[in-house]
């Protein structure tokens, strides 16, 4: 099994690309630039994200994960494990841990925390071949309603979906919530309408999987009509 680490980045940020991360391409546009908000956030598009790696396109296998997930030592051999069963889509969500644990000199005592069980997603996994085919709208990274519209596409295009909300196997320290800030909510918002859209899409074209997921992403829409 061969893992590449690939970083997509704003131009500006290029330095704080770790050295053990492959350099996409750096992306041109951020939320910025496609609607206004209150406050200015440069936050990155997903689509433009998964774009940036269209290089490694002809990959097995494609792992996104939220900027402050971290994996256990066993993370990528759990994961091969899994699509040697024939899995091409999972979600693997974190446990979240105490804020003591702020180091990297933690490390051997975050991979050992129990910690507790998180009620989101924020851990990945989809074949090339899912990847080829996602179309998704501008939701941003860095705000609400960012899951709903990405995973429903994923699970869409899926032949065997696997939801694990119960492994020890990414962690993440504390639970800030800060996109979920009053100052922050027109960027909720526009991820609310883009997401809507796209799982209306689905619905629609009666792509949604009868998966409870789906089934609550259409109350939490409003989205109506079989």
């Not at 391409?25 to 998964?50: G, N, Y």
């Not at 989101?120 to 998704?136: E, P, T």
Request: net charge negative; aromatic share 10%; with cysteine.
């Amino acid at each position: 099994m061969s893992v590449s680490v690939a970083a997509a980045f704003f131009e500006e940020d290029e330095n704080s690309v770790p050295s053990m991360a492959t350099k996409c391409p750096p992306m041109r546009r951020s939320i910025l630039d496609v609607a206004q908000f209150r406050e200015q956030r440069k936050l990155p598009i997903l689509k433009d994200i998964l774009d940036s790696v269209d290089d490694y396109s002809d990959d097995d296998f494609f792992v996104y994960t939220n900027s402050d997930i971290i994996v256990s030592p066993l993370f990528y051999n759990f994961v091969a494990s899994q699509i040697r069963r024939g899995v091409d889509c999972l979600t693997i969500t974190r446990r979240t841990l105490p804020d003591a644990l702020e180091s990297e000199s933690d490390l051997d005592v975050i991979c050992s925390t129990l910690g507790e069980k998180h009620p989101g997603h924020d851990c990945f996994v989809f074949s090339g071949d899912i990847k080829r085919r996602v179309a998704l709208g501008d939701t941003c990274v860095g705000a609400k309603h960012l899951v709903p519209p990405f995973l429903a596409q994923l699970m869409s295009l899926s032949n065997n979906f696997v939801r694990m909300d119960d492994r020890h196997l990414t962690f993440h320290v504390g639970d800030p919530r800060p996109w979920d800030e009053e100052r922050f909510s027109d960027y909720a918002d526009f991820n609310f309408a883009e997401g809507k859209k796209v799982i209306a899409r689905l619905h629609e074209n009666g792509l949604l999987p009868s998966h409870f997921l789906c089934t609550n992403w259409l109350q939490r829409f409003g989205i109506h009509g079989s």
